[in-house]
DNA sequence: GCATACAAGTGGCTTAAACCAGTTGGTTGC
DNA sequence: GCAACCAACTGGTTTAAGCCACTTGTATGC
């Protein structure tokens, strides 16, 4: 087995040793002689058959890692990374006729089309001072406490898949069920409606970025798996903006779809 | 200077020393102690100072560089990474409108609106076989050269910023100035254009993922910064696909924007 | 004045050895 | 039969030392 595996094979071309056995293996990845699910040889096979030290068999692997082509488990072994199917989000998000069509908000709709169990996990709803740029997309003081904040961590069969945080103005959320867990029927989105605020047009504002250790823990997601940060806002009938939200999702678990029209 | 950074200092929490240190330099940028473009003490002097070996205070670095939060100068020392404007890209990209009331392309005006000047290098233009996901959105043979593609760079100020690949089918391309190097004017649109293809709508499918080691080497991605990759497809005014491109951005230098209506 | 050379600093990579911590499966003892 | 234990594997982290490559400023020689 591994045959392809050797010092010798193909062009060393002068490389640095680690390097070299990243090549070797990332080959036998991508050729297909190493499945996703495979185990690879343990770091001290590695560098014996290179006649490296172990460290340097070590420095390929994290090679191999930070491209996000292995993934270690201590005590097990390092693993070839499955390819999984992802979970897609897009502008239809928001969309009320979806919900109208199968009584499924857009998260569970997802998880159902893909056979999974959703649940999702209130983890805070409190009043807090806004992060700068949430408080200069509502409008408000970036040094009070000024908006209503709710996170909710997003489970498919209790794997995480997505943080989400929701910021309202506290002036429109003081006293009403916006500030409790069960926010009543249309979620929050009807209680904005009560207050005059119809969902008309959205914003999504993207980037990607390495996650935070906090991140990372919640969303397990392997090293070198960004995650994409998503920033929404959403605009009343007057384009006035009356709600933002802080979508993190695993980059590898996830993909965003944007359908729109193209003005001529 | 750097007074806040000994072993002593804040929770130590009996972390590893390696974290023990990535923690206290991540605080002082945190802090603004270190601000952005200042050097961090060598790995020499970081060991010393925190009793460890040189190797302790390296992998301490490299913690910190995985999070993007400082960039390593071979010969120079590691600096603290500076937060760069970002360039913006949204769906209004391929609007005709922006073009006719500024005569520039949407690349070039948000050039122009950072002060940068654009520069546009054409890496490639062949028939090649497409890959699989853009065979699939454009309805053409994955295992014939069935497509042509134009690879283009995309330099500010000589700096890397995107690479963009455009897809279009080779019966369609072939004998046109779309397989040319001057594609004429309206560019590629206009072209398709020619053959009754009117671009109505557009599909963006934005994941995030760490770069290539091409990918990187061009787009000169410190170690830490994951890059977008965002599939378009271009429709047109009969819903048929007439033409795929992939954006592959730095994440650190680009954000996307997505402007849309809410269905009610 | 100016170019060259060099020394001393920086990070980059590797070696070799040791110990820790999680995992697995077989052996032992009941 | 079964539970507890243990040995042998796995990766995780650190030490200590050496050499290489890149950068910078200074000293040298003309």
Redesign the pocket.
Known sequence: MLTGMSPQTSGDAG???????ADAVRELITSGELAPGD?????????HR?????????????LL?EEALVT???????FVREKQRLFRWGNDRYSRKTYRETGLTPFRLEMQRQGKAASIQAVAIDRVTPPLDVAERLNVSPDEESVLRRLNEYHADDEPVQLVTTYVRWSEAEGTPLAEPKTGPGGIYGRLEDKGHTLTTGRDEITARMPTHAEAQFLQTPSGVPVLDVLHTSFDQNGEPFEVSRFVHRADRSGLVYNFPIEN
Chains 1, 2 share one sequence.
């Open positions: 490389q640095l040793p680690s390097r070299r056995i185990k690879l040889p343990s770091e001290r096979e590695l560098a290179f006649g490296t030290a172990r460290n340097t068999a070590r420095e390929a692997i994290r890692t270690p488990h201590h005590g097990k072994g390092v």
